[in-house]
């Protein structure tokens, strides 16, 4: 089980309570390739299967992001977005900024985290987004369960949780 931090700050406009994120990432160990396992559908995702991030640590201290998915099918168009992240909570590292387009950036709120970064979950603070990735492209269903019940301890809408579909092997 992840280590939660309750940020400071008053409640959401929504009335909820603040996201909480992972007490601390290690930046080189969360580096490397993620599975998208489930998400909240967005439309730069639209047909997107088989999804992962690419991140890889920068001289100057940001992150490479790499985005990639195949069209509609597993064997479908290559579709990818690069783009750039860096950290704006140094206390944690787990709270970021990525742009894919300048000047625009959004939040990138690491929420959960396992204990040999086998998986992330990525929020946004006002809980529009939502990732669930893995080191491998297949998550087994008690830690995908057990993801589940602490994003709903979250407040999270796990109901707009839509999987994605993923090779059987990498």
Aim: charged share 20%.
């Amino acid at each position: 089980m992840s280590i939660i931090q309750w940020p400071l700050g008053a409640a959401s406009s929504d009335g909820l309570p603040p996201l909480r994120t992972v007490q601390r990432v290690e930046l080189n160990q969360y580096m490397g390739t993620w599975y998208e396992i489930a998400s909240f559908p967005q439309r730069f995702e639209k047909g997107c299967v088989a999804s992962m991030a690419t991140y890889s640590l920068r001289a100057d201290g940001k992150v490479t992001v790499l985005n990639e998915c195949r069209n509609e099918t597993l064997d479908g168009k290559l579709r990818s977005a690069k783009g750039k992240a860096w950290v704006v909570d140094h206390g944690t590292n787990a709270k970021l900024k990525v742009c894919f387009f300048w000047p625009f950036s959004g939040d990138y709120w690491i929420i959960d985290l396992g204990p040999h970064y086998e998986y992330a979950v990525v929020g946004h603070p006002q809980r529009t987004y939502l990732w669930i990735l893995s080191r491998k492209p297949q998550m087994d269903s008690n830690s995908y369960e057990a993801i589940l019940q602490r994003l709903k301890a979250q407040h999270y809408d796990i109901s707009r949780l839509k999987k994605t579909l993923q090779p059987s092997r990498p």
